[in-house]
């Protein structure tokens, strides 16, 4: 499955780290990722994984992160997030 | 020191430790992180000198688990940081607070590979709960105060905070924070209502208990649930000293070498009351198979356990202390669930320990049994890991979780001695024993400078097979008998050895040597080592092969000398 997950952050220097580590090590691959600053001094990252694992592994993983203000999954399909749906699968 | 003061941030280091009811902090000086050791000379807050910063690290585990406090622990830039990380691991897995200080070089050659710098923040991402690096003065009062926070709630776990030499000896006016406590979630009413009516549908309903009823503060609570619904139930290797001893229905610890009533009750009920407890490995065996009929009510304060490997029927992750009373309440099952009752107890007489063991040597389990039974009602017990760790489990019995420390998620050999030292600082009045093997023993021996240094009566019981026992025992069964690294017949002496220390002891070999001995040991006012030797042929059962359902338990092989 593909998901597309946002996050809000803390402005700490290593948070991109530590998000990066729980997501490796819960068993989800990163094929896509954003981050920029919002103006009230907090980062968002936009970020797509591949994983056969359930998303709320990682998701609630992400929320214990003491950094980690807010975490939500956009989307999430069969297809790379994003990529067109092929012809020849329905929706 | 009033607030407001002028001081080194060194000095607040040590302000805020005792203004966070620190006595004792365990560790080991150097460079990086001399100033804050200079704050701590002649302060009322003691150190306890270890000779290893993992032992250091391990006596603050082995502190707050057995006192319920936060431990803390300090070591110096590069290698005094890494030396922390197996413990800080250990603290991870098994849910303990600890609160880790490293020195760290100054800010301004950060990043320039400088004498005994490593990145220990980076470092510290995968084995703490959380972790800092203080890079400005006035962030550093306040980041001690959101460590000890962090430590101690919800789920317990060691925090780091990793202190540049600079912001120790620069200057801050000391100013206590505004503090922001965190509560322990309370329980959904609807939560509470479909949990109640799972209780109340099941016929066959057991309790599975972990780690986090004791750190909840929770054992009173579960034990009334216990008495007012007559559940049976069974304990993980942490979740030991949960359930009183002789409680009706409980049957000790379940998993890969848990009773076999245990495993059997599990796999035959119809709903598993999870409390505190997240499906290990080592608990589920074979995770499709394990009580594949029942449905799951699974209570924890970490959301991130519920579903990670077993699908709930109902979740509450909420504080235990309202949880279990607010089940208890208007249920009333102890009627209906007789002939389970029964059930349960048929297996706990059908599969009783058999402490009937002919022949002239040392039977170990029969020792720890007796040993149980002989230790004063303030008592800690410490071991480490292998064949001796789990005939501990099985064989000893425990008033409350803080009796019992046992490294269970990280399984780390060395872990026995310096908990031990940690639980003899928190509980000076207690018995501590160790209960260690010849393998782990040796993994952090240099801790036994630190009973000598400060007089303490750990006693130690060093069963010895002349073997790394338990990968013995898989190679065994497992590995076609190929005994690749396990012999230890070239051991020391450890009574020669405990010598050097001056710590008096005895060697035993025979099993009617095992009664005046203990007695000795547990007499002695200091510290004792008694080392027990026993046959390697003797191992752990039963034991539930790796990936098999835990109702199929290999059981005793070895004929009996």
Do not use: N, Y
């Given at each position: 499955m593909m998901h597309a997950v946002e996050l809000r952050l803390k402005p700490q220097p290593e948070v991109l780290e530590r998000v990066l580590r729980v997501t490796r090590h819960r068993g989800f691959t990163v094929t896509e990722l954003t981050m920029t600053a919002n103006e009230d001094s907090t980062l968002k990252v936009n970020f797509d994984v591949e994983s056969e694992r359930v998303i709320g592994l990682l998701t609630h993983q992400l929320t214990k992160l003491f950094d980690v203000l807010d975490c939500q999954v956009l989307t999430s399909s069969t297809v790379p997030v994003g990529a067109e749906t092929p012809a020849s699968v329905s929706a | 020191m009033e607030s407001g003061q002028k001081m080194r941030g060194a000095d607040a280091v040590i302000k805020v430790l005792a203004a966070h009811g620190v006595t004792t902090v365990f560790g080991y000086p150097g460079g990086a992180i001399m100033p804050i050791y200079d704050a701590l000379y002649g302060h009322p807050v003691e150190h306890l000198l270890s000779r290893h910063e993992q032992g250091a690290a391990f006596a603050a585990v082995g502190y707050a688990r057995a006192s319920g406090k936060t431990g803390v622990c300090f070591a110096t830039s590069g290698p005094g940081a890494t030396n922390l990380i197996t413990s800080l691991s250990d603290a991870l897995l098994d849910s303990v607070p600890v609160v880790a200080i490293t020195g760290q070089v100054s800010t301004a050659v950060i990043g320039t590979d400088a004498f005994q710098e490593i990145d220990v923040l980076g470092m510290s991402l995968s084995c703490t709960k959380h972790s800092f690096m203080v890079t400005d003065i006035n962030e550093l009062i306040p980041t001690l105060y959101k460590a000890f926070e962090i430590a101690a709630s919800g789920r317990?776990?060691?925090?780091?905070?990793?202190?540049p030499k600079d912001i120790q000896i620069a200057e801050l006016e000391y100013k206590t924070p505004l503090l922001t406590v965190t509560e322990e979630p309370a329980p959904e009413v609807t939560a509470i209502d479909a949990a109640r009516e799972l209780l109340q549908q099941a016929k066959k309903p057991i309790l599975y208990v972990g780690g986090g009823v004791g750190m909840a503060?929770?054992?009173?609570?579960?034990?009334?649930?216990?008495?007012?619904?007559?559940?049976?139930?069974?304990?993980?290797?942490?979740?030991?000293?949960a359930i009183a001893h002789g409680t009706k229905g409980y049957l000790g610890m379940l998993g890969m070498h848990g009773g076999k009533a245990a495993n059997l009750a599990v796999q035959s009920c119809d709903l598993l009351i999870v409390v505190?407890?997240?499906f290990d490995d080592r608990v589920t065996g074979r995770l499709a198979t394990f009580a594949g009929n029942a449905k799951v009510l699974h209570l924890d304060i970490d959301i991130a356990e519920i579903n990670k490997l077993r699908q709930a029927d109902v979740a509450?992750?909420?504080?235990?202390?309202?949880?279990?009373?607010?089940?208890?309440?208007?249920?009333?099952?102890?009627a209906e669930l007789t002939q389970w009752q029964q059930e349960v107890e048929d297996l706990y007489r059908e599969h009783q320990w058999d402490y009937q063991h002919p022949g002239d040597l040392i039977y170990a389990p029969a020792m720890l049994r007796r040993l149980a039974n002989k230790l004063p009602e303030d008592s800690v017990v410490s071991c480490d890991v292998g064949q001796h760790q789990m005939w501990v489990a099985q064989h000893m019995w425990f008033r409350r979780p803080e009796d019992h420390l046992s490294s269970a998620g990280l399984g780390t050999m060395g872990f026995g001695l310096p908990a031990a030292i940690g639980a003899q600082v928190a509980r000076p009045d207690a018995t501590v024993v160790t209960v260690s093997g010849d393998g782990s023993f040796m993994m952090n021996v240099q801790e036994l400078t630190t009973i000598k240094r400060r007089k303490l009566p750990v006693k130690i019981l060093l069963i010895d097979n002349q073997k790394l026992g338990m990968v013995k025992q898989w190679q065994q069964l497992f590995f076609e008998q190929r005994y690749s690294e396990t012999d230890l017949s070239d051991n020391p002496d450890f009574v020669l050895m405990a010598s050097?220390?001056?710590?008096?002891?005895?060697?035993?070999?025979?099993?009617?040597?095992?009664?005046?001995?203990l007695d000795e040991m547990l007499a002695t006012p200091g510290p004792f080592m008694l080392h027990v030797a026993i046959d390697d042929a003797f191992n752990v059962w039963p034991l539930v092969p790796p990936g098999a359902c835990n109702s199929d338990m290999m059981d005793q092989m070895e004929k009996q000398t």
């Open positions: - | 317990p776990g060691p925090v780091l905070v990793d202190i503060g929770a054992v009173d609570h579960l034990r009334q649930f216990i008495d007012k619904t007559g559940i049976p139930s069974v304990a993980t290797l942490k979740g030991l000293g505190g407890a997240r509450i992750s909420a504080d235990f202390r309202q949880v279990l009373p607010a089940l208890a309440a208007s249920l009333d099952m102890q050097a220390f001056d710590i008096p002891g005895r060697t035993i070999h025979r099993a009617e040597e095992v009664e005046a001995a």
